[in-house]
């Protein structure tokens, strides 16, 4: 099986803080996995650079068989890698099932009715 997501050597500096050192881990296609640790030891980093929020200082993610390290997010997300954030506040006058629909509209091509609707683009 191949991986979907490689990432090999990965790193982040900010100044004199190395916040994630040489981090390699591959995902399988039709895989779940986690990432587990204390606080402080580089998740949100890790993650945040998987999705072009960061640029890494060293190392290369592989995403399908094509390199996204140091791309931009939206490109990123273009190729199916998505992120939600731990923020509970993000839209606070919404229900929890809006909540949730609103992060199913960028995964449809076929726009915010059709994806309610359950239709195809």
Request: hydrophobic share 40%; proline share 4%.
């Amino acid at each position: 099986m191949a991986d979907l997501i490689e990432v090999v050597g990965l790193r982040k500096r900010f100044g004199g803080l190395l916040a994630v050192n040489s981090v390699d881990f591959t995902i399988p296609q039709g895989t779940i996995v986690s990432l587990i640790g204390p606080n402080g030891a580089g998740k949100t980093t890790f993650f945040n650079m998987l999705t072009g929020v960061y640029k890494p200082t060293a190392g290369r993610i592989v995403f399908d068989g094509e390199d996204v390290t140091g791309k931009p997010p939206h490109a990123i997300t273009e190729r199916g890698v998505g992120r939600t954030f731990q923020n509970i506040r993000l839209f606070q006058n919404m229900t929890a099932s809006r909540t949730s629909w609103s992060g199913c509209t960028r995964a449809s091509r076929a726009g915010s009715c059709a994806a309610s609707c359950a239709l195809r683009a």
